[in-house]
Every structure is written in C-alpha cells, then in structure tokens.
C-alpha cells in the first residue's frame, strides 16, 4: 500500500520512515521546500536516535521519498496521514488547528480514489469530524473516511516506541477504513500489540487523557518527593513501593524539575481549555499544569537554599539543558526557567549541554556555553545537574570536586547516591532523598 504523510515535522517524520520500514510505499509531504531539499539530500532536521540510519535505509531502497507537491503524492495513496503542527494558539491555550484546516482543504481537492484520511497530529476532541466536513464541503464526491490514530512517541525512543508500542489505537467508524487501518498495523501482529479500534471522539480524547494523566502522575511524585524532603522519607522507595502495585505502576514516578517538552505542556493546557468549554472542567489537570508551572521557579529557590540563601554574585555551573536526554529539544524545558531565574537573582551561569546548546542560545544569549562538562565547574560555586543525560551520570567525582570552587552539587533528577557524594565531602541536595551527612 502506498501512504501520503503531510508534514515532515518530528511526528510525521518518524511516522513516515517506520511505515517504510515496515514496507509500505510512504511519501512524505511538507511545504518547506528547504526543509524537503535538505531530507532529499539525508539531512535530518531534528536530532532522533535511528532516525537517519531508517530514512537512509528507506531512501535507497526507493520505498521513502520526499515532495513539496502533494497532489503527486496523493496518487495512488489508500491512506493519507496528517501530521502538520497544532501549536498552543497565542493567547487563550487552544490548540491552533489553522495548519491541519488547510491539509483537509488540499487533500480534498487530490482525492480520487477510496482514501482513509487519518489525523496524527494531536488534535482536540471533536478536530476530526470537522475535518471530515471541511473534505465533504469542498469535494462532495470524495470517497473517503476518516481516522484518529494518535501517535505515543517519546522523544529520543520514537523509533522503538513505534516499531514496539504498548498499544495502538484508532478511532474510525467503518468496516472499510477499520481494514486498511489494520493492514498499516499488520507488522505489530506478530508482537501482539494491542489495537484498540474506537469511535473518532473516544480515540481523540485518549491522547489528551494519556498524557495528562502521565503529568500528573509526575507531578503527584514531585510533591511526594517534597513532602518527603520535609518529613526525612525517601522517595526513591517510596516511587518503588508504590509503583509495584500493579494498578499504579512503576513508569513515570522519577521526581525531576517539572515535565518540559513538546507535548504535556501543551496537551495538558489544551485538555483544560476542552473540558472547560465542555463544562466538564478536570480540576485535577488544571492543578497540574499550575504546579508544575511552580516547581520550575522552585528550583531556583532550592539552588539558592544550597548556596546559603543567595546567588547573588555567585557562579552556578549546569549540566544539561534540553527537556530531558537524547533530544535537542528545548521546548518548555525546566532549564528555561531555572536559569532566567537564577541570572535574575544575580548569578553568573555556566552551562554544557551535548547537543542542545545552539538551540539554548536563542533562548538564554547571556550565559557562557562550555564544550565540556568539566570545563562548566571552573570556579564554580556550585553544580546542578538540570537533565539527566547518560554523559553526566559517571563524572569523574574527584575532578569534579576540584574543579567546584565549593563542594556543592544539586542534583535535579537524583542521579547519584547521596552516600557516595557524602563520602567524596560533597555538600549534596538532590529530590526527597535524605542527606547521609
Ligand atoms: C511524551 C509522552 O511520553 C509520549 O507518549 C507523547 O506522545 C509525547 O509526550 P516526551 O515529551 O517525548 O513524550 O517525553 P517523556 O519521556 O514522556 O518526558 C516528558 C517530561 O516528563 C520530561 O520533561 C521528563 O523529564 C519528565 N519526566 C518523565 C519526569 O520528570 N519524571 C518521570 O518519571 C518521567
């Protein structure tokens, strides 16, 4: 079967190579025609583990190919993904859906066959029987149906998260799109993934309450993990013991600085706006997204705790930018927060980041960039670590120490063991964890 994907952003890039690799004929659509030029030529815009090795491999095999000209890559195709953006609309937090309005418009006018129109960008509850009308208005006589197929990436594990999801789902209500569906997703048999089939609403609404309730359940351990600072407990065993309960789970129960990144900000405040409109307001969702909001700023204070009260003046060396490892990814990330904050307050910032710091100088000019972790610690009065990349989990303790101008490291996502750091005389604060000294 041959796909259109519209979009070449990160979700309709990893789509596109992974429905290549499994086989199929896929064409990837954008109307950036650098960007295209630059996919022609392997240059992947985004920073993705496997990704340039899959596009590579599907290039040459001539099953992957890239165009400005969607009317071309719509010959032939039995499905048609939407993949465009739908950033959070300036203003009131809605998710701006004008980008995959005018997908609809153009596929409309290029059907010509039976086509399942299927949108894989996330979209409010609702987006895909509008998008179905606006295909109906505009070509009366287009056989088409139409799906939700929300994707479940993580960034930085995209590739594995979409060639071994924990479930797929799709919402499309007839017999004719529910077997072209299945036919894309025949390869995940052979693992047994799970295929929910749905209405469009239901399918829509999974997306947004999966990650809202993934925010929140990282924001319920943000606060257990203070709560824990308060009363001497460890949230280490307290994330474990309550994540063997089956029902609750052990995933997402690391307490950090705040979640970040392209997605739970942004749903999370879509969602609210949703039930709000729909006077189903989600209180506990909207307590989410305020207290993470929080938090960020919080850990300024904790920096400031650790350096007697006051950054005036001070140098505060930081490891880690992006929103989390293995990504270039910058959006909503705690750092860019954490040190407005903390620069605000008076203190001088040096900072390394492994690929995120051309991205970060947009953001933050005014904060010396260092090639080397190490080199951040120069008469430094402190270190914190903000994202917790595999690089920064084995330093070299006793360089590190001699490098700080005082031995104080504050550890944002609880990557050393406060015994070990005690040993080597460092002053440690990490999230929940009882100090040994
Ligand atoms: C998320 C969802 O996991 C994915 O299913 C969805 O499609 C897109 O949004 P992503 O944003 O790539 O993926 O990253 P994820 O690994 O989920 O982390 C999100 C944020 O939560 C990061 O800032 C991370 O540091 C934070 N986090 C995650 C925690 O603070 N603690 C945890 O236990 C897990």
């Not at 994907?5 to 429905?19: D, E, K, N, P, Q």
């Not at 399918?203 to 824990?228: M, P, R, T, V």
């Not at 850990?299 to 350096?307: P, V």
Request: proline letters at 5%; glycine letters at 8%.
């Amino acid at each position: 079967m041959k796909i259109a994907v519209i979009g070449t952003g990160y979700v309709g890039l990893v789509s596109g190579a992974c429905f290549s690799e499994f086989g199929f004929d896929v064409v990837c659509v954008d109307q950036d025609a650098g960007k295209i030029e630059q996919l022609k030529a392997g240059k992947i815009p985004i920073y993705e583990p496997e990704l340039d090795t899959l596009v590579k491999r599907n290039t040459e095999r001539g099953r992957l190919s890239f165009t400005t000209d969607l009317p071309e890559a719509m010959v032939g195709a039995g499905a048609v993904f939407i993949a465009v953006g739908t950033p959070s609309r300036r203003g009131d937090g809605h998710a701006d859906l004008s980008y995959v309005y005018a997908a609809a418009e153009t596929i409309a006018k290029e059907i010509k066959d039976y086509t399942v129109v299927v949108t894989k960008s996330t979209v409010p509850v609702g987006t895909g029987r509008k998008v179905a009308e606006i295909i109906r208005k505009a070509n009366p006589a287009a056989k088409f149906d139409m799906a939700s197929n929300p994707e479940f990436l993580r960034e930085g594990s995209a590739i594995g998260d979409f060639m071994r999801p924990d479930r797929v789902v799709i919402g499309c209500e007839t017999e004719e799109a529910r077997a072209v569906m299945r036919q894309l997703y025949r390869p995940l048999f052979l693992i047994e993934t799970p295929i929910l089939f749905t209405s469009l609403e239901t399918s829509e609404l999974i997306k947004y309450a999966s990650n809202a309730f993934l925010a929140l359940k990282i924001s319920f351990i943000n606060q257990i993990s203070d709560l824990c600072d308060q009363v001497g407990a460890n949230v280490t065993d307290v994330s474990r013991g309550i994540g063997l309960d089956g029902r609750i789970g052990s995933k997402f129960l690391h307490p950090g600085p705040g979640y970040g990144g392209s997605c739970f900000p942004k749903d999370t405040l879509a969602l609210m706006k949703t039930a709000r409109d729909a006077h189903a307001p989600i209180s506990l969702v909207e307590a989410t997204v305020s207290y993470n909001d929080a938090r960020k700023v919080q850990m300024a204070d904790r920096i400031s705790t650790a350096l007697n009260g006051d950054v005036k003046g001070k140098t505060v060396a930081v490891l880690g930018l992006t929103f989390k490892p293995n990504t270039d990814d910058m959006r909503d990330a705690p750092s860019l927060v954490i040190i407005p904050e903390l620069l605000k307050r008076g203190a001088k910032i040096q900072a390394h980041d492994p690929v995120g710091t051309e991205e970060a100088r947009k953001h933050m000019p005014d904060i010396d960039y260092c090639e080397d972790p190490y080199q951040t610690m120069v008469g430094a009065d402190a270190l914190v670590i903000v994202t917790e990349w595999n690089s920064y989990r084995a330093l070299d303790l006793a360089k590190v120490k001699k490098l700080l101008k005082a031995p104080i490291v504050i550890d944002l996502r609880n990557i050393y063991r406060p015994d070990e750091m005690a040993q080597f005389g460092f002053n440690y604060t990490s999230l929940g964890r009882p100090r040994t000294i």
